[in-house]
Nanobody, 123 residues
């Protein structure tokens, strides 16, 4: 399964970006999908996950600012990011796994990963 992210870029604090992740396998329409990020010198961390029925879960620091969603007809996973902080800077990855998310799964839960897209928040 191929996952490909796009939509990264550089914005000022308070700005917005929308990330997209296209996936090549329609069976992931009925699976768990998520977004992770990795900042320089830090471990990769989960940002959000979404079940096949659209139920979303977020890490606390992004809740209320980020929105994860899916378009099953087009095989696209989204991450809408608003009111960005400098600490949101990092490489963002989408990931997919068969079955349920049941919250924010660890990296090991996911079967497939994209290559990442860079997000930089700086004044």
């Amino acid at each position: 399964v191929q996952l490909r992210e796009s939509g990264g870029g550089s914005v000022q604090p308070g700005g917005s970006l929308r990330l997209e992740c296209t996936y090549s396998q329609t069976t992931y329409n009925n699976a768990c999908m998520g977004w992770f990020r990795q900042s320089p010198g830090k471990a990769r961390e989960t940002v959000a996950s979404i079940e096949s029925d659209g139920t979303a879960t977020y890490r606390g620091t992004v809740r209320g600012r980020f929105t994860i969603s899916k378009d099953d007809a087009r095989n696209i996973l989204y991450l809408e990011m608003n009111n960005l902080f400098p600490e949101d800077t990092g490489t963002y990855y989408c990931a997919a796994a068969y079955g349920y998310c049941l919250g924010l799964p660890m990296e090991s839960r996911y079967d497939s990963w994209g290559q990442g897209t860079q997000v930089t928040v700086s004044s």
